[in-house]
């Protein structure tokens, strides 16, 4: 098993994160699955909902990366550094920190959904598909929430192939609940919804199960209280994600308002076939980001300046 404390030459690297870049690519695949079950079982109307009110959604859960991709870089350091309590500490923190903001953010988006919808440019043919979709996918929006946390974290905690198996579980689970719900038990836009969401409690809560007893990774959880200023930089160092998840989705929001004007419902879903195709491409960049980073930083808590790659 690759190690965090290896030396890493090109060859070790990629082994290391060739999981989280499949992770994440697999990810985006059965994401594309959503989008072709949807289209042809329910119809253009309701994709194009979809894809409408699909960036605000992904907003919300984009503060899982935030917290996932700082939070694991301060646990890394700590591991780097030989204090295993204080990264297990800061770990636990953090999950927790998920779950609180998860409540907090699913209850605002399930309050607000309906005038959300409209102001993303949803007509009164969609918005009601918007309003299905959108909450049923917040119900299950804190454990999504977790799948994002938990996949920079499983990485830090030396199981990037156990990241797999989880990102794989959770979309097989997806894939055959799309086409029971959907085409088998004629559930429409809720179908998709409900089994996307199973499928998030999939990829968010086993690992949650897995941390929270007693493991051979480098990671468990743990008491904890609460440190702010560590809190503050975790969510500092990983706002650039934010940042790029929210860009991705205003430019989304923008070419669906355009789009709309221009070409009406058929133009959302056609550019929402473009986005899940340009998906799966990022998610090989994002992918080799997320498996790289704990390395840097356990590196960095190590003392080690130089990343030892010859």
């Not at 994440?24 to 253009?44: A, E, H, Q, W």
């Not at 609940?177 to 004629?186: Q, R, T, Y």
């Not at 440190?227 to 990983?238: D, F, Q, T």
């Amino acid at each position: 098993m690759i190690q965090l404390s290896d030396h890493f030459n090109y060859p070790k690297l990629l082994r290391f994160v060739f999981p989280s870049i499949i992770m994440m690519v697999f990810t985006s695949i059965y994401g594309v699955v959503d989008g072709l079950f949807v289209s042809n079982f329910v119809g253009k109307t309701p994709f194009a909902a979809i894809n409408l009110v699909m960036p605000f959604l992904m907003v919300l859960g984009g503060i899982g990366f935030m917290i996932g991709t700082g939070g694991s870089a301060f646990s890394a350091m700590m591991l780097g550094l030989g204090e295993k309590e204080r990264a297990n500490r800061y770990f636990t923190m953090m999950i927790l920190f998920t779950l609180l903001c998860g409540i907090v953010l699913s209850a605002f988006g399930f309050v607000c959904i309906r005038p959300i919808s409209y102001l993303l440019g949803a007509t009164e043919t969609m918005v009601e598909d918007c309003v299905l979709y959108g909450r049923i996918i917040l119900v299950f929006n804190t454990a999504f929430m977790l799948q994002n946390v938990f996949q920079s974290f499983l990485i830090a905690a030396q199981k990037p192939k156990l990241g797999l198996y989880v990102t794989i579980a959770a979309g097989v689970t997806n894939m055959v609940l799309d086409a029971l719900f959907i085409a088998g038990f004629h559930w429409g836009i809720a179908g998709a919804a409900i089994a996307t969401g199973i499928s998030q409690c999939v990829g968010g809560l086993l690992p949650l199960f897995y941390f929270s007893r007693d493991n051979d990774s480098l990671l468990r959880m743990t008491k904890t209280k609460l440190e702010l200023s560590v809190l503050l930089r975790a969510c500092a160092n990983g706002s650039s994600e934010l940042m790029s998840n929210i860009s991705t989705s205003l430019v989304s929001i923008v070419y669906n308002f355009q789009l709309l004007k221009l070409a009406g419902e058929n133009g959302v879903a056609a550019y929402g076939v473009l986005m899940y195709i340009n998906f799966i491409f990022v998610a090989i960049f994002v992918g080799y980001a997320i498996g790289c980073a704990p390395i840097v930083s356990y590196l960095y808590g190590a003392g080690n300046r130089q990343l030892p790659i010859p």
